[in-house]
């Protein structure tokens, strides 16, 4: 293999899953569609499960109507079929660092601590909020419009639900709506320029357009 060619599919491998999200609750739509852009494969799994347990129990004001309804470890294998102990382990220290969910230590009431670990999860609402309390940015790397705005917000909502594409495709998607050129996408990105010209085809094979005017109008409309 040639040394180029080497380099970009070692850039290309490092995010190219798939990411496609379906938003079922219209007023998270672009909350969850940021929240889904920032999590990993596992994270994203652990996270919809957790979120999907907990949403049919919120009140009026978007809250857990018990939140001390937490998850255990062997809850979320049940949930969501993965068996290593370590995968899911390692995903929820991820949501953890992410604000996405809480660690919690039960107490044995004996003044002890129960080492067996519960977590809580939050909506993305909150997940938001928590991320921004702590000066942590909202959207995921290489996503620099204001979340305020309106038209960008279902332009993210689209590519999040497109599940064929990867979140490097994702992100080089919305720099595209953005005007970036490829250089500057690759500036923005860390990677080079023929690495985003990879993404962009197969971008265009996954939303049927043969161009970049048609990709942005696409999304846009």
């Excluded at 496609?20 to 994203?44: Q, W, Y």
């Excluded at 790397?141 to 917000?153: L, M």
């Excluded at 999040?160 to 500036?187: D, F, H, M, P, Y």
Aim: charged share 25%.
């Amino acid at each position: 293999m040639f040394p180029q060619k080497a380099k970009t599919l070692a850039e290309i491998d490092s995010k190219t899953y798939p990411l496609g999200e379906k938003i079922e609750h219209p007023t998270e739509s672009a909350s969850m569609a940021l929240v889904a852009l920032t999590h990993t494969p596992v994270e994203r799994r652990l996270y919809a499960a957790m979120f999907a347990a907990m949403n049919g129990s919120l009140d009026a004001a978007n809250q857990p109507n018990n939140p001390s309804d937490v998850f255990t470890v062997r809850t979320l294998m049940d949930l969501t079929g993965i068996v290593s102990l370590s995968t899911i382990r390692r995903g929820l220290e991820g949501l953890v660092s992410k604000f996405s969910i809480e660690r919690e230590v039960r107490s044995n009431g004996n003044g002890t601590r129960d080492h067996a670990a519960t977590y809580r999860v939050f909506t993305p609402d909150q997940i938001i909020a928590r991320r921004e309390e702590r000066g942590v940015k909202s959207y995921a790397k290489g996503i620099h419009s204001s979340f305020g705005n309106r038209a960008f917000e279902r332009v993210i909502q689209r590519v999040v639900e497109n599940k064929n594409l990867s979140r490097r495709e994702a992100q080089v998607a919305l720099c595209c709506v953005e005007g970036l050129t490829n250089a500057e996408i690759g500036s923005r990105l860390l990677v080079s320029e023929q690495t985003v010209k990879f993404h962009l085809r197969h971008i265009f094979i996954k939303f049927g357009v043969r161009r970049r005017a048609e990709l942005i109008s696409r999304l846009l409309l």
